[in-house]
């Protein structure tokens, strides 16, 4: 049987979409509209709608939504021929590739495609009509579409501040290939393009309708020639970017940021057909190819069906760097909304009852809305016995009465756990932890079922997953889930990430220090140095706002969660240490307000959030503050001055849907008052004439914009402090 359909027992997750409608008529689709750009997307969204469309001409069809088009050339067989950005009316495509390829029991198939264009510089409409076919691919046959489709569920739970709908609102299309050799299976290839996001997903299945076994050995589920990013003669040292456009897939592991969690899939390698390029040795990177470095090498049996995993292109109407972040936080937001979710958190130190109950208490008594039992606390995810089991329920019952979410600690894949169960890894390669176990070994699969079990068992609503599987191989042919080194990652990603998707529909928040977000991860690492909290306290603060004016070019603040420890951590001593909590409470505060003021959550662990009454009132001053603002606190950050230590640093939050549309957050790292005037940009707030800015002590002042939607604010930021300034 195909690994996405060999589920456990928990496992609902990994929906293979349903049949769509019958056979399209290509005749009975709307023409395609001329679209009007009116507003950003960016500020305004709604009017572009995803459609399928037929174009000018007989035999094509273009998913548009106003933002992105793609269109589709259905003889002599499928290709795409147009992949055009609305916005600046740039041509990303220039040049026709098969759809898709797969090898099939030995033999590699192009699927789709047409060929003969004489110049893969650009491509001509007037070339379109002259290619042709060849008799080496597969053979388009069918057409389907319909709504777009959820991956699986999610069970909102939470406050969300943003909350766009699940699934996404968009189009859904199918093209059925056949091969013309009389085998008797069938690729069918995925297509969606969203409501207001520049975003398409793709994405291949293949069912088996003979009578025995087909093994899948490999596939590349996206080919694109696409223009490249610039050129270079000679390019021996210098290393040319790829094209101006954002890929990622719900298959990436092994890194915090996109790109690297998704470098073992997404390849960006020369065109051998691209022979006028300006580059002499022809390798210029701008040839898209998605494909798995290794497998997946399935077995599917007859009747069943392999899915593979989804690739997302977001094509960037520039080269701002904010713009094009925000362009990508927005991809989040909609297609991965619980990355929304954003609950504050303990680590409570100790997992004994009277320290755990003191920890819920105070969560409650001061807003916090989650308490996770952390590392080295004595928590122990794996115990099944009866009475553990109960006791963690009694847990679960008391925060739940409390308005308090509890969870807890575990760690997979960077530990040993005997030779029998390891990764065995070929000769010169090391797992990527230095050591792990295999996830499809015996102990690998007992350990996922008892996970299960926990959840279902326990009413823990949170799991924080260390060392979360990095794309380790394994060579072993003796572990119960894979055969041998060729299907080992595949196999064991689909239990891991099964997982992850079964966490999602059961409204099981997920920490996760890596990339899988599009699998169902609602946080991972917003990107700090551990060693670095053993700092002095003062050196700290700073890089905690350095952290996260770096991390979140690409990640919305609530996808990143930081640190602040309340005891001492990788040592530092007393001058790195926060408690005792009331003698460094400007401290605590700096911390707290640092975080937060960029919707940001961080691990504040230790074994109590508060020691003293004005402690406490701090804490909950500052939690209040926070969920007052929090809309416009957990909207974009806008990158403004990174903090130096030298003068001041500040950023803009904006949330141009919400009462408050941006929130100015300025910070003094210096023991002297500083009086500055500032000039702050409003544009991403959508304001565009007039903004009413209130300080923290109810003062309202009037502005004007100019006409770059800029204003210009005076600001007095006393010793070591802060502002906040709310627009309306």
Same mark, same amino acid.
């Given at each position: 049987?195909?690994?996405?359909?060999?589920?456990?027992?928990?496992?609902?997750?990994?929906?293979?979409?349903?049949?769509?409608?019958?056979?399209?008529?290509?005749?009975?689709?709307?023409?395609?509209?001329?679209?009007?750009?009116?507003?950003?997307?960016?500020?305004?969204?709604?009017?572009?709608?995803?459609?399928?469309?037929?174009?000018?001409?007989?035999?094509?069809?273009?998913?548009?939504?106003?933002?992105?088009?793609?269109?589709?050339?259905?003889?002599?067989?499928?290709?795409?021929?147009?992949?055009?950005?609305?916005?600046?009316?740039?041509?990303?495509?220039?040049?026709?590739?098969?759809?898709?390829?797969?090898?099939?029991?030995?033999?590699?198939?192009?699927?789709?495609?047409?060929?003969?264009?004489?110049?893969?510089?650009?491509?001509?409409?007037?070339?379109?009509?002259?290619?042709?076919?060849?008799?080496?691919?597969?053979?388009?046959?069918?057409?389907?579409?319909?709504?777009?489709?959820?991956?699986?569920?999610?069970?909102?739970?939470?406050?969300?501040?943003?909350?766009?709908?699940?699934?996404?609102?968009?189009?859904?299309?199918?093209?059925?290939?056949?091969?013309?050799?009389?085998?008797?299976?069938?690729?069918?290839?995925?297509?969606?393009?969203?409501?207001?996001?520049?975003?398409?997903?793709?994405?291949?299945?293949?069912?088996?309708?003979?009578?025995?076994?087909?093994?899948?050995?490999?596939?590349?589920?996206?080919?694109?020639?696409?223009?490249?990013?610039?050129?270079?003669?000679?390019?021996?040292?210098?290393?040319?970017?790829?094209?101006?456009?954002?890929?990622?897939?719900?298959?990436?592991?092994?890194?915090?940021?996109?790109?690297?969690?998704?470098?073992?899939?997404?390849?960006?390698?020369?065109?051998?057909?691209?022979?006028?390029?300006?580059?002499?040795?022809?390798?210029?990177? =701008?040839?898209?190819?998605?494909?798995?470095?290794?497998?997946?090498?399935?077995?599917?049996?007859?009747?069943?069906?392999?899915?593979?995993?989804?690739?997302?292109?977001?094509?960037?109407?520039?080269?701002?760097?904010?713009?094009?972040?925000?362009?990508?936080?927005?991809?989040?937001?909609?297609?991965?909304?619980?990355?929304?979710?954003?609950?504050?958190? #303990?680590?409570?130190?100790?997992?004994?009852?009277?320290?755990?109950?003191?920890?819920?208490?105070?969560?409650?008594?001061?807003?916090?809305?989650?308490?996770?039992?952390?590392?080295?606390?004595?928590?122990?995810?794996?115990?099944?016995?009866?009475?553990?089991?109960?006791?963690?329920?009694?847990?679960?019952?008391?925060?739940?009465?409390?308005?308090?979410?509890?969870?807890?600690?575990?760690?997979?894949?960077?530990?040993?756990?005997?030779?029998?169960?390891?990764?065995?890894?070929?000769?010169?390669?090391?797992?990527?932890?230095?050591?792990?176990? =295999?996830?499809?070994?015996?102990?690998?699969?007992?350990?996922?079922?008892?996970?299960?079990?926990?959840?279902?068992?326990?009413?823990?609503?949170?799991?924080?997953?260390?060392?979360?599987?990095?794309?380790?191989?394994?060579?072993?042919?003796?572990?119960?889930?894979?055969?041998?080194?060729?299907?080992?990652?595949?196999?064991?990603?689909?239990?891991?990430?099964?997982?992850?998707?079964? =966490?999602?529909?059961?409204?099981?928040?997920?920490?996760?220090?890596?990339?899988?977000?599009?699998?169902?991860?609602?946080?991972?690492? #917003?990107?700090?140095?551990?060693?670095?909290?053993?700092?002095?306290?003062?050196?700290?603060?700073?890089?905690?706002?350095?952290?996260?004016?770096?991390?979140?070019?690409?990640?919305?603040?609530?996808?990143?969660? #930081?640190?602040?420890?309340?005891?001492?951590?990788?040592?530092?001593?007393?001058?790195?240490?926060?408690?005792?909590?009331?003698?460094?409470?400007?401290?605590?505060?700096?911390?707290?307000?640092?975080?937060?003021?960029?919707?940001?959550?961080? =691990?504040?662990?230790?074994?109590?959030?508060?020691?003293?009454?004005?402690?406490?009132?701090?804490?909950?001053?500052?939690?209040?503050?926070?969920?007052?603002?929090?809309?416009?606190?957990?909207?974009?950050?806008?990158?403004?001055?990174?903090?130096?230590?030298?003068?001041?640093?500040?950023?803009?939050?904006?949330?141009?849907?919400?009462?408050?549309?941006?929130?100015?957050?300025?910070?003094?790292?210096?023991?002297?008052?500083?009086?500055?005037?500032?000039?702050?940009?409003?544009?991403?707030?959508?304001?565009?004439?007039?903004?009413?800015?209130?300080?923290?002590?109810?003062?309202?002042?009037?502005?004007?914009?100019?006409?770059?939607?800029?204003?210009?604010?005076?600001?007095?930021?006393?010793?070591?402090?802060?502002?906040?300034?709310? #627009?309306?």
């Amino acid at each position: 049987m195909t690994k996405p359909l060999r589920f456990c027992t928990h496992c609902i997750i990994f929906i293979l979409p349903l049949a769509l409608a019958a056979q399209l008529d290509r005749q009975a689709l709307p023409p395609e509209p001329q679209w009007a750009h009116q507003p950003d997307w960016l500020l305004d969204n709604q009017p572009y709608k995803a459609g399928l469309f037929k174009t000018g001409h007989p035999a094509e069809i273009a998913l548009s939504n106003g933002l992105i088009r793609r269109v589709f050339r259905l003889s002599p067989n499928a290709a795409t021929v147009a992949f055009d950005h609305l916005v600046n009316g740039q041509s990303l495509l220039r040049g026709v590739k098969p759809e898709a390829e797969v090898t099939v029991d030995g033999v590699t198939y192009p699927v789709g495609g047409l060929i003969g264009q004489p110049n893969y510089a650009f491509l001509r409409p007037e070339w379109v009509n002259q290619l042709r076919d060849t008799s080496q691919s597969l053979q388009y046959t069918g057409i389907r579409t319909g709504p777009a489709s959820a991956p699986f569920e999610w069970k909102q739970t939470r406050h969300v501040s943003s909350g766009q709908a699940w699934p996404p609102k968009g189009v859904h299309l199918e093209l059925d290939f056949a091969p013309r050799d009389g085998k008797t299976w069938l690729v069918t290839l995925h297509y969606e393009l969203y409501d207001g996001l520049p975003v398409t997903a793709k994405w291949l299945t293949l069912k088996n309708q003979g009578n025995a076994p087909i093994r899948l050995q490999s596939f590349t589920s996206e080919l694109l020639a696409l223009v490249e990013y610039g050129s270079t003669v000679e390019a021996r040292e210098y290393n040319v970017p790829p094209p101006n456009l954002h890929v990622e897939t719900d298959y990436a592991f092994a890194s915090m940021i996109a790109e690297d969690a998704n470098h073992h899939v997404v390849h960006w390698e020369p065109d051998p057909d691209y022979a006028t390029q300006v580059n002499y040795l022809r390798t210029t990177p =701008c040839l898209l190819k998605v494909s798995p470095e290794l497998g997946p090498d399935q077995l599917i049996a007859p009747g069943e069906d392999f899915q593979s995993f989804r690739t997302f292109l977001l094509p960037f109407d520039g080269f701002d760097r904010e713009r094009n972040g925000l362009a990508q936080r927005r991809m989040y937001r909609y297609l991965a909304p619980w990355t929304n979710e954003n609950p504050l958190m #303990m680590h409570a130190r100790f997992a004994d009852w009277e320290r755990v109950k003191t920890a819920i208490d105070q969560c409650a008594e001061v807003g916090f809305e989650m308490v996770i039992l952390t590392f080295g606390s004595g928590f122990n995810i794996e115990d099944e016995s009866p009475e553990y089991l109960a006791q963690m329920k009694s847990y679960a019952d008391y925060a739940r009465s409390k308005g308090v979410e509890i969870g807890g600690y575990s760690l997979l894949a960077s530990r040993s756990i005997d030779t029998a169960n390891d990764v065995v890894m070929p000769e010169g390669q090391t797992p990527v932890f230095g050591h792990s176990p =295999c996830i499809e070994s015996r102990w690998g699969q007992d350990y996922f079922r008892k996970l299960y079990q926990f959840y279902e068992k326990s009413g823990f609503t949170l799991l924080e997953h260390d060392g979360s599987y990095p794309g380790d191989i394994c060579a072993s042919t003796q572990h119960p889930g894979h055969r041998s080194l060729e299907d080992s990652r595949w196999n064991q990603y689909q239990t891991i990430s099964n997982f992850y998707r079964w =966490c999602r529909s059961k409204g099981i928040y997920l920490n996760i220090p890596d990339y899988y977000y599009m699998t169902g991860g609602n946080k991972c690492a #917003m990107g700090y140095r551990e060693v670095n909290w053993s700092l002095p306290r003062e050196q700290q603060v700073i890089h905690t706002r350095q952290n996260i004016y770096d991390g979140t070019w690409t990640k919305n603040g609530s996808m990143g969660w #930081m640190f602040v420890p309340l005891t001492e951590y990788h040592g530092g001593g007393a001058a790195a240490t926060i408690e005792p909590l009331h003698e460094h409470r400007e401290h605590y505060e700096s911390m707290l307000m640092s975080n937060l003021s960029a919707g940001v959550q961080a =691990c504040y662990r230790g074994p109590r959030l508060y020691d003293t009454p004005e402690t406490k009132t701090m804490v909950q001053q500052a939690v209040s503050w926070y969920k007052q603002h929090r809309d416009v606190l957990e909207g974009d950050l806008i990158h403004l001055r990174r903090a130096d230590g030298r003068e001041l640093d500040y950023w803009l939050m904006v949330n141009p849907n919400g009462m408050e549309k941006a929130a100015l957050m300025v910070f003094n790292p210096l023991d002297k008052p500083v009086q500055k005037t500032l000039t702050i940009p409003l544009y991403y707030a959508g304001l565009n004439k007039k903004v009413k800015v209130s300080d923290e002590h109810g003062k309202t002042i009037s502005y004007r914009l100019d006409r770059k939607y800029q204003i210009e604010i005076s600001v007095n930021v006393p010793p070591g402090g802060k502002c906040a300034y709310f #627009m309306k």
